[in-house]
């Protein structure tokens, strides 16, 4: 058998290459939306009870004249 001698050496290199792609793809986004619901003589017991607001849903009182929206 014959001598061994080196011939030669591998390198391994990694790179990055960047492309650009056109793809379509999902996108979620919450909206809300304030509805508004008067208060009369007939249902103040009914907007004023109910279960408690949770993380989903948000009550609030609305108010007439003086503000920036009344």
Do not use: F, W
């Not at 792609?21 to 986004?29: G, K, N, S, Y």
């Not at 809300?32 to 009550?59: F, K, L």
């Amino acid at each position: 058998m014959g001598e061994r001698r080196e011939a030669g050496c591998a390198r391994l290199r990694k790179y990055v290459v960047t492309e650009e792609v056109q793809q379509t793809v999902p996108v979620r986004h919450e909206e809300v939306r304030v509805e508004r619901e008067p208060v009369t003589d007939a249902n103040v017991d009914q907007a004023t009870s109910g279960p408690e607001i949770s993380e989903a849903e948000h009550a609030g009182g609305a108010h007439r004249g003086g503000g920036r929206y009344g």
